[in-house]
């Protein structure tokens, strides 16, 4: 082993110098070719496909009406389509800081070299991230139903009324996220661990001999060194909530009232009322929306001396 | 952390104690709620009576829902999508980490790209594809779309560069060809990065569902996602006048032994879980 870590020193420069004789030209083509014949066959040919298509109308069957623009016109006049918009933006809100925000707190109890059970506590909160969601949304129509859900009858047992999880426009919201916060917050918990571990321990002692109050370490030391963790997570995590279908699909069927009909699941609609060009016009829509949230929330994290 | 952090209280031990109940506990209630009669899983949600632990709720719900072939299905896409992950992915990632050649940038810049494309955006026309070639219930729709995909390519980049040139070189030497530099020198080194890729991409082509859902419609060909989708519809069809308790019995053995497998798998081998986990956040 140790020999091994002496030659990695040398390795850079060895990369440089000529190699043998032998045709060394086709086998990284051959090593990378089926990747590519993969991806043209089902990546680029259906991107192509669904871009032609975003510019139709076509039912699945029979030929294709071009209609220029107008299912974008179409979706970025249906209210329908901001709703889904609008419903993916509140559990958005619903979601993405409350995670961040805990589970900065979880990392911060977690990376405390001092603490006993650690790998307890990191089992019991990945083990959510480790479930079916399938499995675990069908749990969750149990858990909170109305008459005979066992959050509500908890909720009795503390002299509380029912509380309609699922059935009211107020409650499905919060009810889908909570499944989705249960199911990935270990993940950002583990991702914030990492980052939170990779801040070298001189930079706390400094703090410390300073005397800056463990509060303010926090917040001026902490959180600008984890910042490339925030910035994935917030990538990654908007990409999710953005995408999200299987919760209200499998739970509320994006109901009541079509107060959990995310952007995902919208799309999804479009598929089984075989309106296929509009669907792929909202993809791309969608896409472009998704694409705009992340970089704004890599531009909103970056260090402050990077920008610009 | 450091040297100056305090040992922890018992505040920070109640904290992290509750999260761990909170995360635990619809787990722990599912199992044992579908090892209950099914009806005192409404009467009683909160008891668990060991003395009354039956596999009622499993008899039924193995009579009632396919899910052996969900199993089986499932597990027929994760051996042959998982082998083509496996093979292809390091492989692809050894060309890109340790060969020079034209256009090698460019190809890459194209798997970095595909790293950001939301799977939403393919749906449908892969759908409108897969009805073309007459593949919508079939198990190569299920099986090559994103069985050779860009994260795993770009990840096994990252641990094969990181392996010396005089190690492979000195292979060359040997008299083993390019694959077999690949297959003796690279694979035995990047081994614990492969135990990990194995662990995630199970997780992912097992709890797969968006594709899969929307890929097949026919029972023959459900996986064990699917399976599960339409299980409370599958109970009520199959017992007309089911009362909720019978179909929630059900409903939760199904979820419990789904959940199995990669919860055990998880607990087994949770370092390789957790440093696939991380390799994602490399890229960020």
Redesign the interface.
Known sequence: MSS?TT??R??RA??DLP??RRA??L???L??A???V??A???V???V??LQ?SFTRWH?AGAATWVGVGNYAYLLTSPDFWASLANSAVMWLLIVPLQIIAGL??A????????RLRG????????????????????W???F?QD???AN??LNLVGLPDVGWLTSTVWSKPTLALLFL?KT???AI??LL????A?P?SV??AA?LDGASRWRQFWSLTVPLVR??I??LM??QT?AVF?M??EP??VTKGGPYGSTTTA?LY??D??TASD?GT??AN??L??LL??GLSLGAVRLLRPRDEVR | MNATTARPGPVQYAVLAVLAIAFLYPIWWAFSSSLKPAAEIISDPLAFDVAHANLGNYRAMFADVPIGTGFANTALVLVVKGAMTMFFCPLAGYAFAKYTFPGKDLLFGVVLLTLMLPTLVLIIPLLLEMSTLGWVNSYQALILPGSIDAFSIFWMRQSIAAIPNELLDAGRVDGASEFGVFARVVVPVIRPGLAALAVLTTMNVYNDFVWPVIAVNDTSHQTLQVVLSTLAQNVTGNRVGADFATVWGEVLAAGSIAMLPLLVIFVLLQRHFISGILAGSVKG
Do not use: C
């Open positions: 091994l030659m990695t040398t390795g060895a990369r190699r043998g060394r030209w086998p990284p083509y090593f990378i089926p990747f590519f993969v991806f066959a089902f990546g040919y259906p991107l496909f669904a298509l699945g707190g979880a911060v109890l977690l990376a405390n070299a001092k603490l307890f506590f990191r089992v019991a909160f990945i083990a959510p991230f480790v479930t079916p969601l399938v499995a675990m949304a069908q749990v129509i149990v858990v139903d005979y859900g066992l009858h908890l249960w917050t270990g993940f583990i991702i990492a980052g939170l571990q801040v321990d706390y002692e410390g490339r963790s910035a994935f990538v990654v990409l995408q279908f299987a699909f499998v995902g799309l999804y479009h598929i296929l669907g792929a993809s791309f969608l896409v998704v694409f």
